[in-house]
């Protein structure tokens, strides 16, 4: 560690003299390496107020949609539905979004081995398990940061408990 700091100490300083040099016009050295600079410094700028306006037309296309109820799903939450006794997959088991919370409402089935593939929105809600024979049960999902990228994936293995006989 400390001969990386050394390095760039001492690249620093050789820099340091070569740019508060006088002599350094007159001896024939050219302004490359500023203008090299100046260019990697306008092109970060660019490229920073086009991510801003990128990510602002994403968030007020997402907020519209949502306000229209015309949002598309972009949300995916994969995993398996086990038993939480005995570890085994439960199959067809159905995966919803939960009704209590706001519209659209996007569902699944579990396939035979109890895994799911769910497509739903970005937002932070509730999803909910069920199955014949089982509890449902109720999970949170989504990020809060679904206004800077409304698109991702998760992974939720859920576990259901049986009814008693």
Known sequence: MR???RTWRGLWRRFRRKRDSWDAA?????WTPPIFRLA???TLLFAGVFFAFWWAGSAVRFSVARAGHRSAPTWRI???VRDAVTREPVPWALIEDDPEGQPPFFRTDADYHGIFDLMTLAEPHRIRASAPGYHPSVL???RLWFLWMP???EKKNIELLPFRP
């Open 140 to 142: 949170n999902i989504g």
């Open 26 to 30: 007159e001896s024939g050295e050219t």
């Open 151 to 153: 698109g991702g994936n």
């Open 40 to 42: 990697i410094v306008f």
């Open 3 to 5: 001969t990386l700091v």
């Open 78 to 80: 994969s995993g398996t």
